[in-house]
């Protein structure tokens, strides 16, 4: 292995860390914007407040998060599994096809 490989699987391995963890704050905010929409629930019902504001945006806001962090995670992990899939020997992969 030369120099130059070393150096791209550690500029790759650093890369996939650097994803890991965009996706893992990705969900880590989208559990904060939960969390705070319980607790101004819970704090409108505390005071008596109407409680609209608070459920209408979760109606539009939790969705929409969800939505893009499923998406952006699903997009991740296929990405992945296509380029370990292409660095397969042949054969080794299971959707190749033989022709005989």
Do not use: C
Request: aromatic share 8%; hydrophobic share 50%.
């Amino acid at each position: 292995m030369s120099a130059t490989d070393r150096h791209s699987d550690a500029y790759l391995k650093l890369i996939f860390l650097a994803q890991i963890a965009s996706i893992t704050m990705m969900w880590m905010f989208l559990v904060s914007v939960v969390l705070w929409i319980l607790h101004l629930v819970n704090v409108a019902r505390e005071l008596h407040d109407a409680l609209t504001a608070s459920i209408g945006l979760s109606l539009i806001v939790l969705p929409a998060y969800s939505l893009v962090a499923a998406i952006l995670t699903f997009v991740f992990f296929g990405l992945r599994r296509g380029a370990r899939s292409e660095n397969d020997e042949p054969g080794e992969s299971e959707g190749e096809r033989h022709d005989s």
